[in-house]
């Protein structure tokens, strides 16, 4: 049994680079302290593991395109540390499934059978949530802690030291991060969040998908193969 989180050294070198200096700093520490004492009352997720796991399958040199969730799932084997992204074997929470019903509607992807995004994040999109990691059945429980001040400036690291990335931001909450993104020279597509509540007010039909390959091929860069099958 996991006894301790180990927030610190298990992240990809060339992001471990870029934010080494967040590591150091007092709310870093602060954050490790919280969750240390989270973790000898309750169950924690996503596995320790897997806190760092949007960095670890997509190393900061291969980002092209960055979708920014809120909040890790909190039901049991739901969360593996990629927003929106279940484990196979898991049955696709209802926003990804209009994720995958707006890919079908837009390109002409078949639905998926399963719900892992791992083989996005290997083909260069940071699936990052601002808050990495939630108290089981307790959303939002870890939020206002410190991980925001650290995804934040991942965020901002990749705004400043790369340009043409498409950011893709669904919903109110991952809108407010384009105030620390540099718009002269990244593209970013907003539509509501893809969550039953707001899906049908504009998310169905925003057609970010296409509209990210051609922004990618406009500046010639190789287009995302969407397919997960």
């Keep these: 049994m996991e006894t301790s989180i180990q927030i610190n050294p298990q992240i990809e070198p060339s992001w471990k680079k870029v934010l ?9 520490f602060d954050l490790k302290l919280f969750l240390l004492e989270e973790k000898k009352k309750h169950t924690i997720y996503p596995p320790g593991s897997q806190i760092f796991a949007a960095f670890n399958h997509t190393p900061f040199h291969n980002v ?5 969730g ?12 990629l927003c929106f992204s279940v484990p196979k074997g898991i049955p696709a929470p209802p926003s990804l499934k209009n994720i995958f019903k707006e890919l079908n509607d837009d390109i002409g992807m078949p639905i998926p059978k399963h719900g892992n995004l791992e083989k996005w ?4 999109i940071l699936l990052l949530n601002a808050t990495l990691t939630v108290r089981a059945n307790q959303a939002g429980s870890h939020q206002n802690k410190g991980w925001e001040t650290f995804t ?3 965020i901002k690291a990749v705004s400043e030291k790369h340009s043409g ?3 893709l931001l669904w919903g109110n909450y991952a809108q407010a991060k384009s105030k620390i993104i540099d718009q002269n020279k990244h593209f970013i597509l907003k539509a509501p969040h893809p969550s039953p509540l707001s899906a049908s007010r504009g998310f169905f039909g ?3 998908f296409s509209k ?3 922004l990618l091929t406009s500046i010639g860069k190789e287009p995302i193969d969407w397919t997960l099958e």
């Design 212 to 214: 990210t390959n051609r």
């Design 64 to 68: 092209k395109v960055v979708i920014l």
């Design 121 to 124: 994040a290997k083909r260069g």
């Design 165 to 167: 990335i498409v950011f």
């Design 20 to 28: 080494n200096e967040e590591f150091s700093k007092k709310y870093f």
């Design 70 to 81: 809120q909040d890790p799932y909190h039901g049991p084997g739901q969360a593996h540390g």
């Design 152 to 154: 934040d400036a991942a």
């Design 206 to 208: 925003c057609k970010h």
